[in-house]
């Protein structure tokens, strides 16, 4: 069974940082391209990273520069290092693998 867990979210000011995790079970982790995805109130859905099994990393535009994924292949973990927030990084962060998506962490970037 299939299984994500995302943690790490909260609320942070303005340029503060956070570090997202998501552990998973159920599958063969070092073999899975994994993603981040972030789903603000009222908007849809959208990949912020990606991060192959090689580790070739992809970024949304609006994170580049400041967000990094990586993966730890041995915990079968994949995170999200998130460097000076914006207000409009306020969304709710899901891990993805496949056609699978953990519950997500709310992120809130408020003065």
């Known amino acids: 069974q299939v299984r994500l867990v995302e943690s790490g979210g909260g609320l942070v000011q303005p340029g503060e940082s956070l570090r997202l995790s998501c552990a998973t079970s159920?599958?063969?982790?070092?073999?899975?391209?994994m993603g981040w995805y972030r789903q603000g109130l009222g908007k849809q859905r959208e990949l912020v990273a990606s991060i192959t099994i090689s580790g070739y990393k992809k970024y949304a535009d609006s994170v580049k520069d400041r967000f990094t994924i990586s993966r730890d292949n041995a915990k079968s973990a994949v995170y999200l290092q998130m460097n000076s927030l914006k207000p409009e990084d306020t969304a709710v962060y899901y891990c993805?693998?496949?056609?699978?998506w953990g519950q997500g962490t709310q992120v809130t970037v408020s003065s």
């Open positions: 159920g599958f063969i982790f070092s073999l899975s391209e």
């Open positions: 993805r693998f496949g056609n699978w």
